[in-house]
C-alpha cells in the first residue's frame, strides 16, 4: 500500500500517468477529487488514535472531539486540535449531531470521520454532513439506510441472488403477529432490532413460553441504543459460524472484496476472538463467498470500507445476516494477511480516487488473531468492569490498537474495551502461539480482564483445530470459565512476592528466624500462608501452605510497580509478574493471571454492617444508570422477579430478586447513577 501511496504521490507532482509495478494492469487512478486536507474523527478511544495514525501518514491534520471524562483521553493528545462536545453520556456529546458538525465548520474540517459505534451508520448524520458540504467518510446514504434497516437489506440481498435465511421482515410489530411468524419459522428464533447492530437489541426465544419476555428486552435495548424498537424474527440456526467478508467499493463503480473473517467466538452476540483468513473453509467456499459479498456491495452501489456478515452452517451453507455499511473493530486482522491499511483506503475514496488495486492484485498471505481485550468478569458472566487502570503494560512484539495508558479510567459511560491485541503468522498455529505468549505479556491491574479467559480459549483443543461456531463457548463453558483453584505452591509464591515488595520480611535479620503469616482470598477460597525469613541468607525462605512446604530463594526486579520474580525451588526455577494496589495482588503467568484479595479486619466487616449494609434485595453488578424501576415499596416478589433495569457500558441488565419476600424500600429512581455493589432495592422476608 505504501508503494501505492509514494506512487500517487509522485504522479501529482510529476504530472504523469505510471503503470503497475507488478505489470499486471494499469495502475488504478489514485487522482483525489476533493483532496481531504483536515479530518475530524467523530469517535473517541482506540478507533480515534488508529484513524489519525493513517491520516498522519498521508499528511492530513486531525481534529477530536471529546466529552467531559474524556479530556485527558489519548486521542485528544494525539489529535493536532481537539473541541469540547458535552458532558459524559454520548448522547450528550458523541452522538450530538449539531454540535460536531459545528466543530467542523469552526475548525475548517473538510471531512468527518464516524469510527465504528456512535454515527457511523445514522442516515441523518450522513445528511446532515452532505447538506452542510462536508465529505462523509462512508458509504452513500441509500446504502446506509437500505442496509441499516434488515428487512429491507433482506429483500435486497435476495434481488441480487444473494443466500438469505428464513425470517419475518414484516412492518406488522404487533406481539400477537410476531409470536404468530415465529411459530411458523419454528423455534428457536432470533429477535433482531432492524436497525441493530453489534449485538444490540438481539435476544434468542428457545421456545413459545420465553418468547415474549425476550421480545420486550430486546425491543428495550434496541430503542436505547438506536431509537428505534421495530424488530424481525429469523431462523435461529444451531451452532452457526459467523463469516464475514470485508468488502471496498469507489465512487466510479469499482468492487473487491478482501477476503474472510471468522467472528464465531463470542458472548452475548458481541465477538471476542477473530481470526482471518476463516479456518477449514474451502478456496471454492472462499471464492463464492467472496463474490456474493460484492455482489451484495454492487446491488446498493457501495463506496468505501463495508461488511458483508453471514450465517454459516455446518456444511459451508452461507446467509446473508446483515451489511455493516462502516469500518469493523476487526479490521486490523485482514490489513495484516493483505499488506492494506483500510483506513488511508477510505479516505483515498472518499476524496474522489479509485482503489489502490484491482481483485486480482489482492492475496492472502499467513493467518491473523484479533483479540478483545475487556474490562470484565468472564466468571462473573462476563459483567463489565469500570475504574482506574492501575497498571497497564502491553507486549512488545504484537500489534496493539488502544486508547488508553496506564493511569486512565475505563468509563462506565463507554463501551468497556481496553484495547485490541492484532498478530500474525505464517500459518494458523503459529499465528496462535504468538496470540497466547502475547496473551502472558498482557499486564493490566485495576481491574478484572478476559485476559485469563483468553488464555483458556487459545489453549482449547477444538479451538487449536478450528472447529469454532458461535455457541462456542456456552457449550464448553464449564473447561472455560470454570472456578480453578491455584495450586498450593501459587498461591505461597504469590504471598512470599507480596510482603518481600512490602519489604516486611527484609528488616529482621537479627542473628534469628522470623516469621510472617498471611490470609489470601482467592474467589470464595481462603488461603494461609506462614512463611520463615532466614537470618543467614537474605533470599532464603522456608514457605509452607497446605500441602505445600518447600525452601525457597527468590528474586524480584521491581519495574514501574511492576515486578519480576524469580523463584528458585528445590527442582525447578519458575518465574512471573506481580503487581499490588488497593488491597490486591495480582499475579502474571504464563497461562494465567491471578487475583487475590488481601481480606480486611474482622472490625471492618462488623463496622460496614452496622452502618447499613443490607443483605436481600437487588444489588448493582456493576457501575450504571437506573434504566428502569419495576417494583414499589410493599409489594410481594418472588425468587427470579425482575425489580431493576439497569444500563451500563451500552448493554442492559436486569436485576432479580434472590429471594422471595416484600419490598421495603426502592433506593433509586429512573436515570439515577450507581455504583457497583450499591444496594438499589431493599426486600424483606414475607412474615407469617
Known amino acids: 500500500m505504501a508503494a501505492h501511496i509514494r506512487l500517487f504521490q509522485l504522479r501529482k507532482s510529476l504530472g504523469i500517468r505510471l503503470q503497475s509495478c507488478r505489470g499486471v494492469s494499469s495502475l488504478p487512478d489514485l487522482e483525489t477529487k476533493h483532496p481531504i486536507d483536515k479530518l475530524l474523527i467523530a469517535n473517541r478511544g482506540e478507533i480515534a488514535c488508529r484513524i489519525i495514525r493513517s491520516a498522519r501518514k ?105 443466500p438469505i435465511i428464513e425470517g419475518y421482515h414484516g412492518v406488522e410489530q404487533d406481539d400477537a403477529i410476531l409470536l404468530q411468524e415465529a411459530k411458523k419459522i419454528g423455534f428457536p428464533v432470533m429477535l433482531k432490532a432492524v436497525r441493530g447492530g453489534g449485538g444490540k437489541g438481539m435476544r434468542i426465544a428457545m421456545n413459545e413460553a420465553e418468547f415474549e419476555s425476550q421480545l420486550e428486552s430486546a425491543r428495550r435495548e434496541a430503542m436505547k441504543s438506536f431509537g428505534d424498537n421495530v424488530m424481525l424474527v429469523e431462523k435461529f440456526v ?59 456491495a454492487k446491488a446498493v452501489d457501495y463506496v468505501g470500507a463495508g461488511t458483508v456478515e453471514f450465517v454459516m452452517d455446518s456444511q ?20 495484516l494477511i493483505t499488506g492494506v491499511d483500510l483506513v488511508e483506503w477510505q479516505l483515498l475514496v472518499a476524496s474522489g480516487a ?25 466468571k462473573n458472566n462476563f459483567m463489565p468492569a469500570a475504574g482506574f487502570l492501575k497498571k497497564l503494560r502491553a507486549p512488545a512484539d504484537a ?43 498482557y499486564i493490566i491491574a485495576g481491574m478484572p480482564t478476559n485476559i485469563p479467559f483468553l488464555m483458556k480459549l487459545c489453549s ?70 506462614e512463611i520463615t525469613a532466614h537470618s543467614d ?6 514457605v509452607r501452605c497446605g500441602s505445600f512446604l518447600e525452601e525457597v530463594k527468590m528474586k524480584i526486579c521491581d519495574t514501574e510497580g511492576v515486578a519480576n520474580v524469580r523463584c528458585e525451588l528445590a527442582e525447578e526455577i519458575c518465574t512471573f509478574k506481580c503487581s499490588f494496589d488497593d488491597g490486591r495482588l495480582s499475579v502474571f503467568t504464563e497461562d494465567d493471571v491471578l487475583l487475590f484479595d488481601i481480606p480486611e479486619p474482622s472490625y471492618m466487616a462488623k463496622l460496614a454492617n452496622k452502618i447499613g449494609v443490607f443483605e436481600g434485595g437487588a444489588v448493582a453488578p456493576m457501575p450504571g444508570v437506573v434504566e428502569q424501576v419495576l417494583v414499589s415499596e410493599g409489594q410481594e416478589v418472588v425468587r427470579g422477579q425482575s425489580l431493576v433495569v439497569m444500563i451500563a457500558m451500552k448493554m442492559e441488565y436486569v436485576i432479580r430478586a434472590s429471594g422471595d419476600g416484600i419490598v421495603s424500600k426502592v433506593m433509586y429512581k429512573k436515570g439515577d447513577n450507581v455504583a457497583k455493589n450499591t444496594q438499589l432495592v431493599q426486600v424483606v422476608p414475607k412474615t407469617e
Open 537 to 542: 541468607d537474605k533470599d532464603s525462605f522456608t
Open 58 to 162: 498521508l499528511g492530513i491534520r486531525s481534529v477530536a472531539i471529546y466529552s467531559d471524562v474524556d479530556k485527558n483521553s489519548v486521542h485528544v493528545r494525539e489529535a493536532d486540535e481537539a473541541y469540547r462536545v458535552g458532558t459524559a453520556a454520548a448522547a450528550e456529546s458523541y452522538l450530538r449531531q449539531d454540535k460536531i458538525i459545528e466543530v467542523a465548520k469552526h475548525c475548517g474540517a473538510k471531512a468527518i470521520h464516524p469510527g465504528y459505534g456512535f454515527l457511523s451508520e445514522n442516515v441523518e448524520f450522513a445528511e446532515l454532513c452532505k447538506k452542510e458540504d462536508l465529505i462523509f467518510v462512508g458509504p452513500p446514504v441509500n446504502a446506509i439506510r437500505d442496509m441499516g434497516i434488515k428487512s429491507t437489506s433482506k429483500q435486497i440481498m435476495a434481488k441480487a441472488g444473494v
Open 316 to 335: 459451508q451453507k452461507f446467509y446473508f445476516m446483515e451489511m455493516n455499511t462502516r469500518l469493523q473493530v476487526e479490521h486490523p486482522i485482514t490489513e
Open 238 to 296: 444451531v451452532n452457526p459460524r459467523h463469516v464475514e467478508v470485508q468488502v471496498f467499493g469507489d465512487q466510479h463503480g469499482n468492487h473487491v472484496y478482501l477476503f474472510e473473517r471468522d467472528c464465531s467466538i463470542q458472548r452475548r452476540h458481541q465477538k471476542i476472538i477473530e481470526e482471518a483468513p476463516a479456518p477449514g473453509i474451502s478456496d471454492e467456499v472462499r471464492r463464492r463467498i467472496g463474490a456474493a459479498a460484492v455482489r451484495a
Open 354 to 378: 479509485s482503489l489502490p488495486l484491482l481483485q486480482e492484485q489482492i492475496e492472502p498471505k499467513g493467518h491473523a488473531f484479533e483479540a478483545r481485550i475487556y474490562a470484565e468478569d468472564p
Open 399 to 441: 500489534r496493539v490498537d488502544t486508547g488508553v495508558q496506564e493511569g486512565d479510567e475505563v468509563s462506565v459511560h463507554y463501551d468497556p474495551m481496553i484495547a485490541k491485541l492484532v498478530v500474525w503468522g505464517s500459518d494458523r498455529q503459529s499465528a496462535l502461539a504468538k496470540l497466547k505468549r502475547s496473551l502472558g505479556d
Open 460 to 529: 482449547h483443543p477444538s479451538f487449536r483445530t478450528g472447529d469454532v461456531h458461535t455457541e462456542f463457548i456456552p457449550q464448553h463453558k464449564e473447561s472455560l470459565l470454570g472456578f480453578a483453584r491455584p495450586s498450593d505452591k501459587m498461591v505461597a509464591l504469590s504471598a512470599l512476592s507480596l510482603l518481600r515488595r512490602r519489604n516486611s520480611l527484609d528488616f529482621f535479620r537479627l542473628n534469628m528466624e522470623h516469621i510472617e503469616k498471611i490470609e489470601f482470598k482467592y474467589g470464595d477460597g481462603d488461603f494461609s500462608v
